[in-house]
């Protein structure tokens, strides 16, 4: 992640300038907004604005006249019944806006999230920046075999730096072809007065699909609870999840006892099924149930035993 | 409008509780924050957070790095040209939450519009006060001959009055009665020792739908701007198009380039359909040209003829 | 629930009208279509279209190119997957249109899932039938003690019959006033012809909110699914409650996979926070675990209990 | 566009399959469904499923019991008038779902549309075919001088052959990388037993942005109105132009009622600002108004003759 001096001198400019508001703060955020957290090889997240707090919460759960702080004891109350109950609507009073900077096959699936506003830098407008994700040696992973979307061991050896050569080449050629084609030059002109230069709308077909991108991207708290359970979870492709993980530590300044309940309440929770539940309860009456017995099929079977920490 | 003592109180310490923030602020907008603005005869709107200004729509527009600032004609002439070509993902950077007191009947309208966040006070929960809404007398209208769902000349005489007279007793006897259900006295026991009293879920049902609740209603500013589109028009029932009035001047406040350009773009602009276009060029042309030659049906003639200020 | 001689006619004639189609159909859905399912005294639902089946399901997917049915056995397997896994987005590929019948405050409670499309019949438009909810005898329920939303105890005994008594006598009272200011006699003219009549739009907010509405509403199967399973919960209001359990039928007949995959993995299933998931691990270790012991507040271990069937 | 004989198979007996069905019915519509539509080099657009018709907008505007045909000519009126002013809901009522075959840089600016339900073939999981969106060289456009974001003239002799190289080999060369790398044989084993095989979800990043990706998409008639605006206007990229109008043909045939209101009121239309339309009055008052004179920007200005033809 490189910013130009220009960018940088933006950001300095941003957090220098601090004004007076009657609206919630939370000084934790404070000290890191506008600052890029760098994720992946040229990636970042940046929060660039926030409204309310973990008071805005438990404000809007009653409908106060006032910002709602009470004792943080029982604001921790409420805020784990409304989670553990599903209220979901106070954690939707809550707002946050991040400026995130990533590699186009990774904003394929963020964009899945339907419920936020994005903001996409425009290829069809300007031109794309030359940087690419090319995956860190210990994640170029081989196919697992037993997960259909999952990853395996790390490739090793000869092959591993084949496919790395292959990821840097191909990025770099294409990318050298789409400048080509544009033929832009710095100033505006033609690179190469003799040609016309393709539009920028066709010629960013040519690029690979790791060049990275950049957007604004706005969403509730609650829909960015959802996005983080999901995305935040083993099973989310890593080049996600690590974005995932740079919005966890935005969460956890930000609204502290909303972080607390969701660990708890989501990202450390687990959903039994009725036919699970009934197989807990046998075993609890200290009934041997074995898979046969159980009801479950032996992959929710697999899941259950692992979930118990008895597999 | 009548606050209650610790109502007052508490919004009178949200607004001395002033402190430093590295976010966007808008001080034309904090001068009314948490103020509730009185609208009908007992509900108000109170402007209880907000995220974003002018330069934050330019800065999503742009994904720059820093506030976005330029010049202020700069960013006028952008806003301008999003809102004319309807680029409405920039107007959904900002954010907006309201407190809102309101009748019934009233945010079942309200309601309506999807693309928000509520929570309302529960009458499952808790008591809902006794107030309801009972139109001032030049607004106690008769049916309109014209327009099915539309108001006509205002009620006076003997009628008039018993129609006020028929609001307000049967909103008081139904409360009465609500009350006598519930059965609840101020230190929470029951009221009557011998009657058990009936559950808030089932008491509320005999309110009429003039009384007044109240929510936290939370939006993004391109949604605001649909609403008010909707419900700050002409054609909007009375009763919801001051609230939206009230609303305008917050955004008024907030955003004073969007909203010079939703004035122009939205509020006073028309949607000419293609057959009324190819009317008005013939007009232009000098033809003279009637509803019979138009191509246009009876009504459509009439609202083109209005829209061009000649009927 | 009365219909009148012309509706149970356009019913009937409906019902008559077979067509060819090339789409899936789902006869054990197709035999009550258009029928209506009495809810309450006077509500029903009614399903008035519908698109996809289980196989739909499978078919998004597996964004295949045919119907997507294969074996029954291999389409459940996957389906469950699918619900258990909360790969929500294939359930969303089927459709349901339902034509309901509700009083207004049970509408209030509907109207906040908003993932779905709405045509309400409109009170500022047309006259509102006569038509109310008054609970059965055993459904007259008092506030419950230890849940501020919930009900205890059946009313009994003279504080039931005025109760009842109380219901039906304001809803009637509230409504004949309605009328009488509206002041429109059948053929459209005015009832009484030195009386200008109130606009409708005004006159509604008279009534009481037990008086019943009907409205068109749409939604895929994800979002109807979970639609239901927050209000065919025990936790939901009976008066909603019953209208969830009508589209649970519906649902049986149109999916019946999906039905029961949703039976087992979110109706019949539990969510266990991290640090109860804990306290079922020592308990299958064999340990005694008490509430002190657990690291649960009071109300959380009695869940965790009532979900173990060891309370 | 060449589908596989299993693939027409699929098809061929998802057309063979007629049932009887009690919901309405629209046979021109039916005439092709599940027969792709082709649009651009190997892209199609399949109706799938549909739910509703005509006279289910007016059915749901009218909140009726039964089919809600009356006589076609009530029907167009009251469609119109719906479609003029925006009474949007009722188009909501009709749904339809299509298979879409489509490149991912077309498939990224169609995402952007959020109420829509989504399902993609997932790279993550299965390897994509070997086809590439490469333009017709009617279609090799320079970048417009006067728009960022449009097209200028063709490009033509030795520029024209050399771009069309470039997105020939670049794709070509990407994709035989993207096998290498999967090293997956035909039956699931290695290609090369040497070699792990890298994983998909790694391997897919090494694909250009004119690689076709296809999904499943369902929407409702006004947000497919709405999409359709958008992208069947001028201003679209061409790409995602085409796609567009096949969707114009099967609306045309489903829905043609509708199908005319859009293109008076949508497409042929024009929304003139507030100080457009004093210009307009002015201009038809017979006063001769020039830029300078009109209170309009330069821009403005021509936008507005171009409306009015007086460009």
New interface residues.
């Given amino acids: 992640m490189a910013?130009t001096d220009?960018?940088q001198?933006?950001?300095a400019?941003?957090?220098a300038?601090?004004?007076?508001?009657?609206?919630?703060?939370v000084p934790a955020l404070?000290e890191i907004?506008?600052e890029p957290l760098p994720v992946l090889d040229h990636g970042f997240v940046r929060v660039?604005?926030?409204?309310?707090d973990d008071a805005?919460v438990v404000?809007?759960?009653r409908?106060?006249?006032?910002?709602g702080t009470r004792k943080v004891s029982e604001d921790r109350?409420l805020i784990?019944?409304l989670m553990?109950h599903r209220h979901t609507?106070?954690f939707?009073?809550c707002?946050i806006?991040f400026?995130v900077k990533l590699?186009?096959?990774v904003?394929?699936q963020w964009?899945?999230h339907?419920?936020a506003?994005?903001?996409?830098?425009?290829a069809?407008?300007s031109v794309l920046d030359r940087e690419f994700?090319v995956?860190a040696p210990e994640?170029?992973?081989?196919?697992?075999a037993v997960n259909?979307?999952?990853?395996?061991?790390v490739?090793t050896g000869p092959?591993a730096e084949r496919?790395l050569a292959?990821?840097r080449d191909?990025?770099a050629?294409?990318y050298d072809?789409y400048l080509?084609?544009?033929n832009?030059a710095e100033d505006g002109n033609a690179a190469d007065p003799d040609?016309?230069?393709?539009?920028?709308?066709?010629a960013?077909?040519?690029?690979?699909?790791?060049v990275y991108t950049?957007?604004?991207w706005?969403t509730?708290l609650h829909n960015l609870l959802h996005f983080l359970s999901?995305r935040a979870d083993p099973h989310a492709?890593y080049e996600i999840r690590v974005y995932a993980e740079a919005m966890m530590e935005a969460v956890r300044r930000w609204v502290p006892l909303v972080y607390d309940a969701f660990?708890?309440?989501r990202?450390?929770?687990?959903?039994?099924?009725?036919?699970?539940?009934a197989v807990?309860?046998r075993?609890?009456a200290g009934e041997t149930v074995d898979q046969a017995a159980s009801g479950l099929?032996p992959?929710?079977w697999r899941?259950l035993m692992a979930?118990?920490?008895?597999s």
């Avoid at 994640?139 to 697992?144: D, E, F, R, T, V």
């Fill in positions: 910013l220009h960018q001198r933006e950001i400019e941003a957090r300038d601090s004004r007076p508001t009657l609206r919630p703060t404070e907004l506008y660039v604005d926030y409204m309310g805005a404000q809007a759960a409908v106060s006249y006032g910002r109350g784990n019944y553990r609507t106070p939707e009073m707002e806006k400026h590699p186009v096959f904003a394929r964009i899945r339907r419920t506003n994005v903001n996409e830098y425009s069809r407008y994700y995956p994640q170029l992973a081989a196919q697992s259909r979307q999952g990853r395996g061991a490739l092959e496919v292959i990821l191909d990025a050629r294409t072809h080509w084609m544009l832009e040609r016309a230069g393709l539009a920028r709308e066709l960013r077909m040519n690029l690979t699909l790791n950049q957007w604004y706005k509730d999901l492709q660990l708890d309440y990202l450390g929770a687990a959903t039994l099924s009725g036919r699970m539940l807990v309860r075993l609890l099929g992959r929710e899941e979930t118990l920490d008895r």
